[in-house]
């Protein structure tokens, strides 16, 4: 008898820790998926950021101009520049040396003197130290980018500038604040950003009303037939497809046929409401339907009508979800791309947008027209704009967290 | 003798010895209910007397929730519910065309197994029937109502210095409480209880019988329960369902202590249900 409990006990013990290695094993296999998966995108952010940081800064240098009055009614602002730079550098002679002299600083250097002259007249005819924004090539350059497009003797001049103090990385402000642009160094997200938010107006203008209005009639006053059964498997095939289909509907429709202005975010919130309605119309049918069946029947059995009832009760509650919802439904439209492509919002637009009809660009349109140009400066642009997006992004999505933990109820 | 059976004192002739004569208030005859092609109800007769608390009793399933629920329309938000018969109150059938329903569900109040207040303050829960129906013509009329089916329902004192807490907060009596005086506060007729003990503890059941035994006489009172003691002690009459038919119906005295058919004899010696 206590032989066979024996080999019972040593039988269930050898089982017991088979059991708990396994179960060991199972968590280990599952802690290794998550730590992959985090430092893939450790490495994605990573590289981005690696490429992008850099943007935020932005090699200036400091000459000492003379607002002289002559040479400014001529309308040329340039030749204040060239005069700075030669008065640093007076021993530089010969067309060819003094071209690469003047090419240090960026040609929209002179706009800059202009702007500051027509804001504080009183500073004509003195000479001021003043920070201007350098050329590209001399940013990358002192970025630690060796492109070969700095020569020797600009190296040199470089060098000197860095030791007098006189070129400095500051922070780049004018990526915030100014518009695309095709000199690198003055290019900005501003416009992009504008046109992003104005797209994303008018998509959350139209795709909210009417996501929740279908997402109400077809989950409380629908019959269940057939027909209905067909729309709801419409709206989830919809919801898949693969969004540039929808940029070809609105160039199709919208431009083609409707004649709406072109590169306009009228149009590419249209599109972008389309596409987002399915989300926003599944969205709503998951939180109405979570809504438990006592309230609508409280409510009836009280003499609401069903109208009433979904109004004053139902929605309400529902609310929570519906737009959680739709602010996801939102955040996949601030990233989307192709539908915006087709219908034109790839163009160079310099102006920053000032309503839904005029021509402007997207966030992430503007990232692939920089990540595509040949200037190494955009490249280091493209990649800060992507931190940006992905910033715009992570808040949207952290703000759908707050908002629903906010509101959930408990029925 | 089945007719018989199924006619209550005073809808057709007072029997010798029983209580003053009273109105039906509700009629139904003839009512078949299908779901689908599944029968519910077949071919019920019943009354329900005015002002008395009518008790109807049966093994699950038997169709008398399918009834209670026929009595202000709700199984017309069912799918798929067919409803063929007269269900006459006041001697006006409520299936009739241009019925309307919200009218009739004000007049019909229902109270539901499970306590079901809606997720809003006491008040809002209490004043949402009578501002829909439009019943108070001002704030200080509507605080008046609202004390008054407080008070019916005796919650009054309990609440009445946290009108503003959710309803959801008060305990599963105060909330099926709550439940009834947001019936009561429209001014109803009939009011119909599907099990509205069955979700709590003896005491607040306690607590709840004495009020259905208070409001009866201003209030007609239909109850379904699954407790034969509960409809022992609080109903004057008892109709008893089995698969879908009323099998007998009258004073409950006589159906619990002289049943006239087999099968309302074991179920209420407890053999089945």
């Known amino acids: 008898m206590t032989e066979n409990t024996a080999t019972e006990n040593t039988g269930a013990t050898r089982r017991l820790a088979r059991r708990r290695a396994a179960e060991r094993r199972f968590r280990l296999y599952g802690m290794a998926a998550v730590g992959a998966a985090l430092a893939l995108l450790a490495l994605i952010l990573g590289g981005i950021a690696a490429d992008g940081v850099s943007a ?56 800059e003197l202009r702007r500051m002259l027509l804001a504080d007249p009183d500073i004509e005819d003195t000479t001021r130290e003043v920070w201007l924004p350098a050329s590209d090539d001399v940013d990358m350059f002192v970025k630690g980018e060796a492109s070969g497009r700095i020569k020797a003797d600009q190296a040199t001049w470089i060098a000197a500038l860095a030791d007098d103090g006189r070129i400095e990385q500051r922070f780049n402000a004018r990526f915030f604040t100014a518009g695309d642009s095709r000199e690198p160094e003055l290019a900005g997200i501003l416009g992009a950003t504008v046109g992003s938010l104005l797209t994303l107006v008018i998509t959350f203008a139209v795709a909210f009303p009417l996501g929740v209005g279908a997402a109400v009639y077809l989950e409380e006053f629908a019959p269940r037939n057939r027909l209905t059964d067909l729309i709801e498997v419409s709206i989830n095939n919809l919801a898949a497809v693969p969004s540039i289909v929808f940029g070809l509907f609105g160039l199709a429709v919208f431009l083609n046929l409707g004649g709406l202005p072109r590169s306009a975010p009228l149009v590419g919130g249209l599109v972008l409401a389309l596409m987002t309605l399915p989300t926003v119309v599944i969205a709503g049918r998951a939180a109405l339907g979570a809504v438990p069946g006592s309230i609508r029947e409280a409510a009836l059995g009280l003499g609401a009508s069903r109208a009433r009832a979904v109004a004053h009760h139902v929605l309400p509650l529902a609310m929570p979800g519906v737009l959680t919802g739709a602010i996801i439904g939102m955040a996949r439209a601030l990233g989307e791309t192709a539908p915006l492509l087709m219908i034109g919002m790839v163009a160079f637009v310099v102006d920053i947008p000032t309503g839904p009809g005029d021509a402007a660009t997207a966030l992430p349109v503007q990232i692939f027209l920089w990540a595509d140009a040949p200037e190494r400066a955009f490249v280091e642009r493209a990649a800060a704009a992507i931190l940006v997006l992905l910033a715009f992004l992570a808040a949207m999505n952290l703000a759908a967290v707050v908002l629903r933990r906010r509101w959930e109820r408990r029925f | ?126 004043a949402y029937g009578p501002r829909i129906h439009g019943l108070a013509r001002s704030r200080a009329d509507l605080d008046a109502l609202f004390e008054a089916s407080l008070a019916r329902a005796g919650l009054w004192d309990e609440v009445k210095d946290r009108l503003d ?39 607040a059941t306690a ?67």
């Open chain 2, 1 to 126: 003798m089945a007719a018989l059976e199924q006619t209550f004192a005073g809808a057709v002739a007072p029997p010798p010895g029983a209580m003053p004569a009273t109105t039906a208030k509700i009629e139904a005859r003839g009512v078949n209910v299908r779901y689908g092609d599944k029968p519910a109800l077949i071919d019920v007769d019943l009354f329900v007397a005015a002002g008395r608390v009518t008790a109807l009793i049966g093994p699950s399933g038997c169709g008398k929730t399918t009834f209670l629920r026929c009595l202000n329309r709700m199984n017309d938000v069912v799918d798929d519910c067919h409803i063929e018969g007269v269900i006459a109150i006041d001697g006006r059938d409520i299936y009739a065309p241009g019925v309307d329903v919200e009218l009739l569900r004000a007049r019909v109040g229902m109270v539901f197994q499970k306590p079901n207040p809606f997720p809003k303050s006491i008040y809002d829960n209490v």
């Open chain 2, 207 to 273: 607590h709840i019988e004495e009020l259905i035994a208070a409001l009866s006489g201003a209030y007609t009172i239909v109850i379904v329960t699954h407790n034969m003691q509960q409809a022992a002690r609080v109903s004057r009459y008892t109709a008893f369902f089995h698969m879908g038919r009323v099998v007998e119906a009258g004073d409950t005295e006589d159906i619990f202590n002289r049943p006239a058919d087999a099968r309302t004899r074991d179920y209420v010696a407890g053999r089945f249900g």
């Open chain 2, 165 to 203: 807490a959710p309803g959801t907060g008060l305990s599963g009596g105060q909330q099926q409480r709550l439940c009834i005086a947001r019936a009561i506060a429209v001014d109803p007729e009939v009011i119909l209880m599907d099990e509205p003990c069955s979700a709590l503890d003896p005491i």
């Open chain 1, 56 to 111: 935020f800064r932005q090699a200036e240098v400091r000459l000492p101009v003379t607002f002289e009055a002559a040479a400014v009614d001529g309308g040329d602002y340039g030749v204040l520049i060239k005069r700075a730079l030669k008065s640093l550098f007076p021993e530089v002679r010969g067309r060819k040396a003094k071209r690469a002299l003047y090419a240090l600083a960026s040609q929209g250097a002179a706009r």
